[in-house]
């Protein structure tokens, strides 16, 4: 009877903490998806667009902008639908389904634009690498997620999928560091250039410690 009672008392720890991270994840990603809409009314009245205004002369530059926005959007809501646990257990066809829309999406229009953007993004060399190595590593580990699963590899490609999310997600952390600095009063190219790099180590490392912690976890159900 106390082993069921600590067993029930876990379980509802474990719930709220999934809670605690996934609510926030899920506001703050459909927070950013509806800030990008404005964009879509292709006004080039944005502090973005007018910063940049040199490079969206060129009508490439400008397809590659709209259509990089819109893959991340749509990576985004998609990725969620991805981890809902509720959503695996009662419909294997929509997590089928919004993957495949997922990889197509990342592959053939979020990584390429964001590997071409990335030669004029703003900052030094190395922010300008930082984004090229970003995009690269979206599209490796979104590639890794998709021969995998066809492999029937469930754990890789669990493995590689929460690494690829990492990189979607550095669009939401990206801007929530930055409000965090700017209300420190950091300057705009330091908070800038700091919270992109928190951001991208940050996703990454914390991808890393949940696969390190599942691991561990998966190991000791095979010893038990």
């Known amino acids: 009877m106390q082993n069921t009672r600590i067993l029930t008392i876990q379980k509802s720890v474990k719930v709220l903490f999934q809670m605690l991270f996934w609510v926030p994840v899920a506001g703050l990603s459909l927070l950013l ?4 809409l404005p964009y879509f009314s292709f006004s080039k009245d944005f502090s973005f667009i007018e910063e940049r ?11 590659c902008f709209y259509i990089h926005i819109f893959a991340g959007s749509l990576c985004i809501i ?5 981890f809902s646990r509720y959503i695996l257990k009662k419909s294997k066809a929509i997590h089928r389904f919004s993957g495949k829309i997922y990889v197509f999406v990342v592959l053939f229009f979020g990584a390429p634009t964001g590997l071409y953007m990335s030669f004029f993004a703003k900052g030094s060399f190395w922010e300008r690498a930082l ?3 970003m995009a690269s590593w979206w599209f490796v580990t979104t590639l ?8 029937r590899n469930v754990l890789a490609h669990k ?3 929460m690494r690829s999310y990492s990189m979607a997600m550095t669009a939401v952390t990206f801007r929530v560091y930055h409000i965090v600095f700017y209300l420190m009063n950091w300057g705009h190219l ?6 992109l790099w928190i951001s991208v180590i940050g996703n990454m490392l914390f991808a890393e410690w949940i696969i390190y912690r599942q691991s561990k976890n998966y190991l ?5």
Request: overall charge positive; hydrophobic content about 40%; charged content about 10%.
């Open 33 to 36: 998806v509806y800030n990008t």
């Open 53 to 63: 205004s040199f490079l969206f002369k060129s009508n490439f530059y400008n397809n």
């Open 159 to 161: 493995i590689w999928m």
């Open 131 to 133: 984004f090229l190595f």
């Open 220 to 224: 000791k159900s095979f010893a038990t």
């Open 144 to 151: 890794n997620g998709f021969t995998t699963i066809h492999k």
């Open 190 to 195: 330091e908070n800038y250039e700091l919270s």
């Open 78 to 82: 998609t990725a969620l639908i991805q």
